[in-house]
């Protein structure tokens, strides 16, 4: 997994979940939101919301998936290119 510290590319993020395929269920919200199906990365977070600075790092809790995504451009409802990252670094 990422250290906390090493995401660069957004906030470190809490999903309910993370999918490292593009489901039926995954590609109907992607086609709601327009989001072309050859653009995204996988894994996809789904309902993310980010983590602050302050409580990344010893003692942060998160009690879904947390995560480092790449493209975090629908207000945490979907995110692509998601790592694990480990909150205890």
Known sequence: TTPASQCN???????????????????????ILGISASSVAVP???TCDPLSVVGVGSGATCN????????NNFNG??????SPVNLNL
């Open 64 to 71: 879904a998936e947390p995560v480092c995504c790449e493209n």
């Open 9 to 31: 590319t957004a906030p470190v993020q809490c999903c309910n979940s993370v999918s490292s395929t593009v489901t039926p269920a995954i590609s109907t919200l992607m086609g």
């Open 77 to 82: 409802v979907i995110s692509f290119g998601c």
């Open 44 to 46: 996809i977070g789904l």
